[in-house]
C-alpha cells in the first residue's frame, strides 16, 4: 500500500493567515490525489481532487498543488469556519490516506 | 437533499456478525460507485470495499476479506456491509462513500458514519 504522510499533525493560525499543509506519498501518485475537511460529527466533505483542482462550491481561498509524491494544500486567507481536520488521499491505487491536519483557530 | 446516511452500528463481542445500511437520497443511487471507509479511534481513515453501479465489480482491502461483504439495491437506494467474524481492531466509524464520476476512486459525498465498536 501507499502510504501517505502529513505534516503537521496540528496547525493554530489566526484569522487572516496563509495556511499550509503537506502530503507526501511514499511513491509517486502522479496528480492522483484528493484533499477532504471534516469537522467533528460531520461528514468528510471534498475539497481538492486530482491534486489541485477545486470541488464546486468550495471557496477560492483553497488551492492544491503538487504531483509526484509531495502535495500541498494551501488556505490563503483563513477563515473562522475553516477550523477543521483536514486530510489527503491518494486514489493511483487502492486508497490511502493521511493521518490527518487538525487546524484550530488562535 | 443529497446525503448518505448510514446505520446499523453498535457494540458487538469478537466473533459475531453485525450488518451496515447506508441510505441515499437525493441523486441518481444507480448511477454511482459505492465505498465503505472506516476511521478507527484516534487512527486515520481506511477504505475498505467498494462496489460497482450494477454490482459486478466487487473490491474489498485485503484486512476485511472473506470476512465482509458488500451489497447494494438501487431500487431501495441502499447499500450494506456485511461484517462476520468481527474482531477488536473492526472498531471503528464506519463511512459509506460515493465516487464521484469517472474511474477515480475519490469521494463526493460522504455520510456521518456509524460507530462500530467489537469488545468483549
Known amino acids: 500500500d501507499i502510504q501517505m504522510t502529513q505534516s503537521p499533525s496540528t496547525l493554530s493560525a489566526s484569522v487572516g493567515d496563509r495556511v499550509t499543509i503537506t502530503c507526501r506519498a511514499s511513491q509517486s501518485v502522479s496528480s492522483l490525489l484528493a484533499w477532504y475537511q471534516q469537522k467533528p460529527g460531520k461528514a468528510p466533505k471534498l475539497l481538492i481532487y486530482?491534486?489541485?483542482s477545486l470541488e464546486g462550491g468550495v471557496p477560492s481561498r483553497f488551492s492544491g498543488s503538487g504531483s509526484g509524491t509531495e502535495f500541498t494544500l494551501t488556505i490563503s486567507s483563513l477563515q473562522p469556519d475553516d477550523s477543521a481536520t483536514y486530510f489527503c488521499?491518494?486514489?493511483?491505487?487502492?486508497?490511502?490516506f493521511g493521518q490527518g491536519t487538525k487546524l484550530e483557530i488562535k | 437533499q443529497v446525503q448518505m446516511v448510514e446505520s446499523g452500528g453498535g457494540v458487538v463481542q469478537p466473533g459475531t456478525s453485525l450488518r451496515l445500511s447506508c441510505a441515499a437520497s437525493?441523486?441518481?443511487?444507480?448511477?454511482?460507485?459505492l465505498h465503505w471507509v472506516r476511521q478507527a479511534p484516534g487512527k486515520g481513515l481506511e477504505w475498505v470495499a467498494v462496489m460497482s453501479p450494477d454490482g459486478r465489480k466487487i473490491y474489498y482491502a485485503d484486512s476485511v476479506k472473506g470476512r465482509f461483504t458488500i451489497s447494494r439495491v438501487n431500487s431501495e437506494n441502499t447499500q450494506s456491509l456485511q461484517m462476520n467474524s468481527l474482531r477488536a481492531e473492526d472498531t471503528a466509524l464506519y463511512y459509506c462513500a460515493r465516487q464521484t464520476y469517472g474511474d477515480y476512486w475519490f469521494f463526493d459525498l460522504w455520510g456521518r458514519g456509524t460507530l462500530v465498536t467489537v469488545s468483549s
Open positions: 488521499q491518494q486514489f493511483s491505487s487502492s486508497p490511502t
Open positions: 437525493g441523486f441518481t443511487f444507480s448511477s454511482y460507485t
Open positions: 486530482k491534486a489541485s
